[in-house]
């Protein structure tokens, strides 16, 4: 920290104060932040005269990604004469986390940041615009039309969680229908062909058809698992393989597996797998009978009372692999145990669709 160059970069780029209803706090960048913003910045100046591939920005969760991308948005401003931001997230409500937190460090970032609400607004918030600007918008908007929103270079593109959607250059042809489509990294890439691309994530992926890399280049730093609990910032996970009997059928399993590694091999849309599920949804009545939540919860509260019930916390979560699961093991695990109303809750979404149980 102490060579002066750098203490003085740290005070006037690395420090920010952030505001909430809890009042302000101030932030100061830890030290695998500073220094893979300070590559990402070095990057992104190359690769505005190159391809637009910025690279994979690979921190794992937990390591204040969210905040990295401040700093970094922060600092573009400076170092590429104030170029236009766009924020690309997959979900509304990460969207909405993401312009929280950059909202909040408004003053560090000398503008205000802006939320599309849609493929037009992005439009006008685009048009006419030579320099300046954070805009967050939803991946999903690029795909509601094919004309370019703008040609501009000095465009930087940060997508948020880059492993999860933002794929396929080619185009696909669907045997059956003959119906063409391409990819969403392809329709991005359309909608603002001279932009520059980087993609911030914790879980990048590398598969035939689904390549971090590939989308947005080299990875500029890596921040894993291993260095944030040697850091403290993550708590060490420990694994311990269980294998108990659920009396499963084989061949129904077999069949299985060998559908969904036919699609992935094929190069299947994430909708044909998404049909897939739904066809085989009778992987969910082999998981949900009766004598397999039997077993399982058997297993988990012997397991429970004998390893982990006195144990630091005490605490357990168990993750089903759906809703109605989650009921029937919830209803089972009373009978098993009834004094542990209090004891036992299950966390899940809502809907308004819900059965009565």
Known sequence: MFIKERLVDIIKNF??????????????AGYHQYFAVRKAVERTKASTLGDGKIGVFWHTQGSGKSLSMVFYAHLLQEELSQPTI????DRNDLDDQL???????????????VQAKSREDLKKLLSGREANGIIFTTMQKFEESEEPLSERKNIIVMTDEAHRGQYGFEEKVDVKTGKISIGTARIIHNSLPNASYIGFTGTPISTRDRDTVEVFGNYI????????????ATCPIYYESRVISLSLDETTLKAIDD???LLYSEGATDEQIEKSKQEMSHLEEILGAPETINS?????????EEN?????????????YSRSIAISIYQRLLELRPGWEAKIKVVMTGSNKDPEE
């Open 99 to 113: 312009y929280t937190q950059f909202s909040k460090c408004q003053q560090f970032l000398r503008q205000i940041p």
């Open 15 to 28: 420090t920010c104060f952030s505001k909430d209803e809890m009042g302000a706090a101030k932030i100061l």
């Open 308 to 320: 982990r019930q006195y144990e630091l916390t005490g605490k357990a979560m168990i993750v089903a």
């Open 86 to 89: 766009i924020v690309i997230t």
């Open 221 to 232: 730093d890596v921040y894993d698992m291993t260095q944030a609990v040697a850091d403290g």
């Open 259 to 261: 559908e969904y590694d």
């Open 296 to 304: 399982l919860c058997k297993d988990i509260l012997q397991h429970y």
